[in-house]
């Protein structure tokens, strides 16, 4: 599966990034080489061995999950420049469904 110029733009402007055409060519070049080498992976034969699910045999080195009390949400409201509703309102980022970069 190659990648075209076109879905590279577009994913580039869902990201709210800006290329160059030197540079939308070049990273082009790269994604299609990444996936030309993910697509490889699946010729492998790995008939036989076993599934690797962790290679760490670690059991839970995290502490233990207690639920503190937050902070109270009227004070944490007070820094908020815009709220509606007891959520903070932030400015718009899609038009029409659309990314705008």
């Given at each position: 599966m190659a990648i075209t110029?076109?879905?590279v733009k577009h994913v580039a402007?869902?990201?709210?990034?800006?290329?160059?055409?030197?540079e939308l060519d070049t990273l082009t070049d790269k994604l299609g080489d990444i996936i030309e080498m993910v697509e490889r992976?699946?010729?492998v034969?790995?008939?036989g061995v076993p599934v690797t699910t962790n290679v760490i045999h670690d059991i839970n080195v995290?502490?233990?999950d207690i639920a503190v009390e937050g902070t109270d949400r009227e004070l944490l409201m007070r820094n908020?420049?815009?709220s509606g509703d007891g959520y903070i309102k932030v400015p718009a980022m899609l038009d029409?469904?659309?990314a705008g970069a």
């Open positions: 110029r076109d879905e402007k869902l990201s709210k990034l800006a290329f160059s055409d030197e992976l699946g010729d034969d790995t008939e995290m502490r233990e908020v420049p815009t029409n469904g659309e």
